[in-house]
C-alpha cells in the first residue's frame, strides 16, 4: 500500500531534550516536506526537499533540522524543544515538486512540557 | 513572501445546500490552487486543483473557480452530505518549491 508513516504519532516530552520524529514514504518521491499544524494558523511549511542531500527552508524552520539522506527517509529533529514547538506535525511527499499532488502521513502530535 | 487568506474560518450548512470557500493570494505570480480536505485524526487529502491557466474546474460535485485579475479562488461544493464534514485548506504556489496554505475553513453538513 502506497504510504507515508510517521513515528511516534503521539509524543510527550521535557523542555531541551533532543527529539527525533521519522517519516518515511514507500512511493519513491522526490520531494518530501514537513509541516506543523496549529490551531488558526493552519499548515506553515517548515522545511522540504526537493531530492536526497537537497533540503531547503520553509517558513518557519528556526529550532528545527532536517535530513535526506535517503530517497524514502525525511526526519525532522528538534535538538532543543521548547514549549512553543507544541503542535501537530505533517509529513508529506510528492513525485517530484511540490505541485504535485502530495500524501500527508497520519500526523505527529507532539506536546512539550 | 506569498500570503493565502481563506474566509470563513467556520461554515455551517443543510444537507443538500451548497457550500463555498474563497481564497485570496497575494503575489500575482501564482500559478498553482491546490484544495485540500482534512477529515478528523487524518493528514490532509488532495481534493481538487487549478492551474493559472484555467478558469474553472469541475469534479462531481465539487468545483473551484479560479480568477487571477482579482487574485482569488474558490471552492464550491454542491449538494453537500454528512460526509462533506471536514477542514478545508486553501493554497498557493508560486515555484514547484514551497506550498503556502490558508488557515482553514471547518465546515460542518447538518443532517
Known amino acids: 500500500e502506497a504510504q507515508v508513516t510517521q513515528n511516534p504519532r503521539y509524543l510527550i516530552t521535557v523542555t531541551g531534550k533532543k527529539l527525533t520524529v521519522t517519516c518515511s514514504q514507500n512511493m519513491n518521491h522526490e520531494y518530501m516536506s514537513w509541516y506543523r499544524q496549529d490551531p488558526g494558523l493552519g499548515l506553515r511549511q517548515i522545511y522540504y526537499?526537493?531530492?536526497?542531500?537537497?533540503?531547503d527552508k520553509g517558513d518557519v524552520p528556526e529550532g528545527y533540522k532536517v535530513s535526506r539522506k535517503e530517497k524514502r527517509n525525511f526526519p525532522l529533529i528538534l535538538e532543543s524543544p521548547s514549549p512553543n514547538q507544541t503542535s501537530l506535525y505533517f509529513c508529506?511527499?510528492?513525485?517530484?515538486?511540490?505541485?504535485?499532488?502530495?500524501?500527508f502521513g497520519p500526523g505527529t502530535r507532539l506536546t512539550v512540557l | 513572501g506569498e500570503n493565502v487568506e481563506q474566509h470563513p474560518s467556520t461554515l455551517s450548512v443543510q444537507e443538500g445546500d451548497s457550500a463555498v470557500i474563497k481564497c485570496t493570494y497575494s503575489?500575482?505570480?501564482?500559478?498553482?490552487f491546490p484544495w485540500y480536505k482534512q477529515e478528523l485524526g487524518k493528514g490532509p487529502q488532495l481534493i481538487i486543483d487549478i492551474r493559472s491557466n484555467v478558469g474553472e474546474k469541475k469534479d462531481q460535485r465539487i468545483a473551484v473557480t479560479l480568477n487571477k485579475t482579482a487574485k482569488h479562488f474558490s471552492l464550491h461544493i454542491t449538494e453537500t452530505q454528512p460526509e462533506d464534514s471536514a477542514v478545508y485548506f486553501c493554497a498557493a504556489s508560486k515555484w514547484a518549491d514551497k506550498l503556502i496554505f490558508g488557515t482553514g475553513t471547518r465546515l460542518q453538513v447538518f443532517p
Open positions: 508529506a511527499s510528492s513525485l517530484s515538486s511540490a505541485t504535485d499532488t502530495q500524501y
Open positions: 503575489d500575482s505570480a501564482s500559478n498553482y
Open positions: 526537499s526537493m531530492n536526497v542531500e537537497v533540503t
